[in-house]
């Protein structure tokens, strides 16, 4: 009755390296973003701003090629299954999830006991992951829009009037820190909850690509 | 006739101490500023000698603290800049004119009638109470501006208040501080150009390149010499952050910061950014151009840039020694770490729950959803 297996059919190993470069990247970025904002830590600040700059484009490239790649890539859309099927279909509406949202949110708040029925990705989980899409690109164009200015591209147009809508680049530079944390909380959370629902199959299967059999085939 | 306009000219620097040289020299500085080649310092020379054709000019005084006259004016110590700026035939401007009453509004009626001048505003736009919160001559503000823009062949706003407020129209602005472009379709004037020169108080030597390019490159009959950006600021001004002149710049690329003023990183004079500098978000050439006749600047003098170049500048920037401002009262930084503590918190507690319950082992997992067993029942 405890967890279901984690079969490599669930994270094919491209989709491991590319979770790897997605974490190695957003902690770097979050590291020289804080040194670029507060200098706590006395390194060369043009050499925080190359980690920072870099790590941005790898990002961008990595969740962009993600998206390509689940088209294409046939991974298990179902938990503890070696059955596949293409990988966007994990992020379109499945049947497993419809209704499932606020029964998710209720069991993580203790408000009911037994885990809910759900696809590889529950409702929550799925939108939470599918957000962090739009954040990360947010976040890129917000540290152009700061970066940006002396440049004089000829794009510049479509980052300035961003800066004019929310109402100058100190507001600007605002959203940007906020938007780091709002990544750091989505990892702490994120991170956690893989934890808590099976550290060892969790990790092992998404950092080192590692099987586990499920309870019921364990014993 | 030139020649006589010319000698004339070098006569009147002669009196005040400045040789041909030192003068195409300033030619070739204000060159630099316009974007141009040195090369075309003895064509601004020849515009300035040339520029008999006085350009008449009303320099309004609005809401303000004159700190724009002063700079511009920089009495005591005559250059070159006053050659120029002689060259604008100011015919009223409160805080210099020799006429007083009714004798200098007669003045600036009749240049107004006239049209064709170029206006300069300083100060705010009060617009609270019904535009009663400034009354210059039995009029509002607003009317006196409405009537000088009218006819005007452009306007100059100079200095923060005049481009959009500046520290007047910092929350929680009772005066209903604005800018000039604030209320260019209100009061209509939406169809005369308008310069703006933010700073505060503004800069002296960019009058003076605006004024260059209207005598020598035609501005008022082709806007695009300007070469303003989307606020309507000279590109070549204000196009560059002052971060990216800074002589202290070095020390930034180094890692070397003066993190509290009285100590030895100050005396060394490290970067200011970690007191509050502005610099990295704030467009002006302050480094390059200086201020008080090129003697220094903020930085230079070992204050931290407070970013009066941007717009909204008070509530954008303050408090000045900080990074970024306080959000809704509270420190950014102590939002984000908060936010950051109340998750590892709630995890931490959410964590213990798991184990206490059991949950963390495994959980069951339902039959049948919630939604469905509903269902079922309401057959």
């Known amino acids: 009755m405890s967890h279901e297996g984690h079969y490599r059919e669930a994270h094919p190993l491209i989709f491991v390296f590319q979770h790897w470069v997605n974490l190695i990247c957003m902690a770097g970025l979050a590291f020289s973003g804080f040194v670029i904002h507060g200098s706590f830590y006395a390194i060369s600040m043009g050499g925080a701003r190359m980690i920072h700059f870099t790590l941005m484009f790898v990002l961008a490239v990595n969740i962009t090629s993600r998206i390509i790649l689940s088209f294409w890539v046939k991974d298990a859309n179902q938990l503890g299954t070696r059955e596949v099927d293409t990988d966007i ?12 949202l606020l029964e998710t949110a209720k069991y993580y708040l203790f408000m009911r006991k037994e885990r809910v029925i759900s696809a590889k990705y529950g409702a929550l989980q799925k939108i939470a992951y599918l957000a962090t899409v739009p954040i990360t690109f947010f976040m890129g164009y917000t540290g152009f829009a700061l970066y940006g200015p002396a440049q004089q591209w000829p794009v510049w147009g479509f980052f300035a009037g961003g800066i004019s809508l929310v109402g100058g680049i100190m507001t600007m530079r605002i959203i940007h820190y906020f938007g780091m944390w709002v990544v750091i909380l989505f990892t702490m959370v994120h991170a956690y909850l893989a934890a808590i629902d099976g550290f060892k199959a969790f990790y092992g299967l998404i950092f080192l690509w590692r099987e586990s059999p499920g309870a019921e085939e364990g014993h | 006739m030139a020649q006589e306009m010319r000698e004339g000219i070098y006569d009147l620097l002669a009196a005040r101490g400045v040789s ?16 141009l080649s040195e090369m075309a310092a003895p064509q601004i020379a020849a515009a300035v000698e040339g520029g008999a054709k006085l350009q008449p000019a009303v320099w309004l005084d609005l809401g303000l603290c004159t700190g724009c006259t002063e700079s511009t004016a920089q009495a005591g110590n005559p250059n070159v800049a006053d ?12 805080t210099i004119m020799a006429a007083a009453g009714d004798q200098a509004e007669e003045a600036k009626a009749k240049t107004i009638e006239e049209g064709g001048y170029i206006l300069i505003v300083e100060g705010t736009v009060m617009t609270g109470e019904g535009g009663n919160t400034l009354r210059i001559a039995g009029k509002t503000g607003m009317e006196v501006l409405k009537e000088a823009a009218s006819k005007a062949a452009a ?10 407020g500046g520290w007047v129209r910092a929350n929680p602005n009772p005066a209903g501080g604005k800018g000039v472009k604030d209320v260019a379709v209100e009061l209509g004037f939406d169809k005369v150009p308008i310069i703006n020169l933010p700073t505060c108080p503004v800069n002296p030597e960019w009058i003076v390149a605006v004024v260059i390019d209207v005598l020598m490159l035609g501005a008022l009959e082709n806007l695009a010499v300007l ?25 930034f690329e180094n890692g ?35 201020w008080n006749r090129k003697a220094s600047w903020c930085v230079e003098s070992g204050a931290p840039c407070i970013g009066c170049g941007n717009l909204n500048w008070v509530d954008n920037d303050a408090p000045f020694l900080k990074r970024m401002p306080n959000v809704g009262g509270v420190r950014p930084e102590t939002i984000g ?33 919630a939604y469905d067993k509903k269902k079922g029942g309401d057959k």
């Not at chain 2, 041909?20 to 974007?35: E, I, N, Q, T």
């Not at chain 2, 604008?88 to 401007?93: A, F, K, R």
């Not at chain 2, 070469?227 to 020390?251: A, V, W, Y």
Request: proline fraction near 4%; glycine fraction near 10%.
């Open chain 2, 337 to 369: 770490t908060v936010l950051g503590g109340a998750a590892a918190a709630g995890l931490l507690v959410h964590g213990v729950a798991s184990f206490s319950s059991g949950r963390a082992k495994g959980a069951p997992v339902e039959t049948s959803k």
């Open chain 2, 83 to 94: 050659i120029v700026l002689d060259l604008l035939s100011i015919n009223y401007m409160e």
């Open chain 2, 227 to 251: 070469n303003l950006d989307e606020l309507g600021r000279p590109k070549l001004i204000f196009g560059q952050t002052i971060h990216d002149n800074c002589p202290r710049r070095g020390h």
């Open chain 2, 256 to 290: 070397e910061f003066v993190k509290q003023f009285g100590t030895v990183e100050e005396v060394k004079q490290f970067c200011l950014y970690e007191v509050g500098c502005k610099g990295p978000q704030t467009f002006t050439n302050c480094p390059k151009v200086r």
């Open chain 2, 155 to 164: 306007i100059v706003a100079v200095g923060s208040c005049a481009v959009d």
């Open chain 2, 20 to 35: 041909r040289r030192d003068f195409l020299k300033y030619c070739g500085s204000v060159a630099a500023m316009l974007g």
């Open chain 1, 89 to 100: 279909k994990n992020w379109l509406p499945q049947k497993e999830n419809k209704h499932q």
